[in-house]
Structure formats: C-alpha cells, structure tokens
C-alpha cells in the first residue's frame, strides 16, 4: 500500500518493575489514514472477561498475509 516502509511508528511505557503498562501505535499514511491506537495493560496476571457482541462475526484474515 505504501510502495516502501510502513509508516509507523510504537512508543511503550514500562513501569518501576520492568512491566509492560502501555502501547501507543501511531500510523500515518499520506492522504489516506492517519491513526493513533493506544493500549493501557492493567490488572497483570489477574482473570479478565471479554463480552463478544451477539451479532459478531469471524473475519477471513487468510488474505491478509
């Protein structure tokens, strides 16, 4: 899509004990997308329950690749 280098690029936050606390990913492709997704990891090592929407659906990732 961009005919070289992706275009991004990923800053992490790591806290006193060397544990992953944060990602932000920032993308910016020229007159077509322009996107900054951020992750805050919280709870470590503690269960967490995902909630799927009743009318999701799989994606067909094969194309990806």
């Known amino acids: ?3 070289g280098a ?3 690029t ?3 936050w790591i ?10 990913l920032e993308m910016d492709v ?3 997308i322009r996107t900054t ?3 805050t990891l919280v709870g470590r090592g503690e269960p ?3 909630r799927v929407p009743a ?7 094969s194309r990806l690749a």
Do not use: F, N, Y
Not at 55 to 61: I, Q
């Open 30 to 32: 020229e007159a077509t």
């Open 15 to 24: 806290d006193g004990r060397g544990h992953l606390t944060e990602v932000r």
């Open 48 to 50: 967490m329950k995902v």
């Open 6 to 8: 992706i275009p991004a």
């Open 37 to 39: 997704t951020t992750l």
């Open 55 to 61: 009318d999701a659906a799989e994606a067909d990732t």
């Open 1 to 3: 899509m961009t005919g």
């Open 10 to 12: 990923a800053k992490v």
